[in-house]
């Protein structure tokens, strides 16, 4: 049987999203491991960024309701490190103009 893209992208990404979950719960989020994570987080953030410079009001990047403030800053700021941008940086692409 041969499956759409679609559904196997979906498929992949619930096996991800269910090994984290279970890290959380349990309080062992080092079960999965920083390689795999980076790994599923660079590719979702080049697919998101890619759609949102396609998409007039792309879709909201996290379900807020799943996610506290902290969780947000502590991703964020990591991230910002880690391309090695500054606020000021940031800021400039925050009050951009979408074209």
Known sequence: MV??????VKLLGA???EAAERALAAGRPGDV??????LVMTAAVRLYAAKAELEEQPAPPVAA????????????????RAV????????MWFNREKR
Request: charged share 20%; aromatic share 6%.
């Open 33 to 38: 491991s920083d390689a795999e994570l980076e």
């Open 65 to 80: 309701e799943r996610v506290t403030p902290t969780d947000i800053v502590v991703t964020v700021s990591a991230m910002i």
């Open 3 to 8: 499956m759409s893209a679609p559904i196997q």
């Open 15 to 17: 096996g991800f999203v």
């Open 84 to 91: 090695g941008l500054n606020l000021w940086d940031v800021s």
